[in-house]
């Protein structure tokens, strides 16, 4: 019913800029929540940043300021805008659909991002 496919990811200098894309599937999207979580090895996933059905948006502080999350109903696609790019950023990053009426979750494959010299 619902898939997500995560897009933009690869290798990036520190301080550099990269675009990920997450198209969804579905009937859903305009009222679901948007987010992008990320896991780095040895870590636990963590959410970045998330955008509500009604533009509402949140980050995790480290990325405040540096990341922007928007989202293309019309294209069923979420975007996360990622400037100023440092190592500690480097992980796995996914794509998250919450249906909020039925409070169920769906996680595209992920992506792999990497910040490094």
């Known amino acids: 019913q619902v898939q997500l496919v995560e897009s933009g990811g690869g290798l990036v200098q520190p301080g550099g800029s990269l675009r990920l894309s997450c198209a969804a599937s579905?009937?859903?999207?305009?009222?679901?929540?948007m987010g992008w979580y990320r896991q780095a090895p040895g870590k636990q996933r963590e959410l970045v940043a998330r955008?509500?059905?009604?533009?509402?948006?949140s980050y995790a502080d480290s990325v405040k300021g540096r990341f922007t999350i928007s989202r293309d109903n019309a294209k069923n696609t979420v975007y996360l805008q990622m400037n100023s790019l440092k190592p500690e950023d480097t992980a796995v990053y996914y794509c998250?659909?919450?249906?909020?009426?039925?409070?169920?979750?769906?996680w595209g494959q992920g992506t792999q991002v990497t910040v490094s010299s």
């Open positions: 998250n659909l919450h249906r909020v009426f039925n409070a169920r979750d769906y």
């Open positions: 579905g009937s859903y999207f305009s009222m679901s929540t």
């Open positions: 955008i509500g059905s009604g533009g509402t948006t």
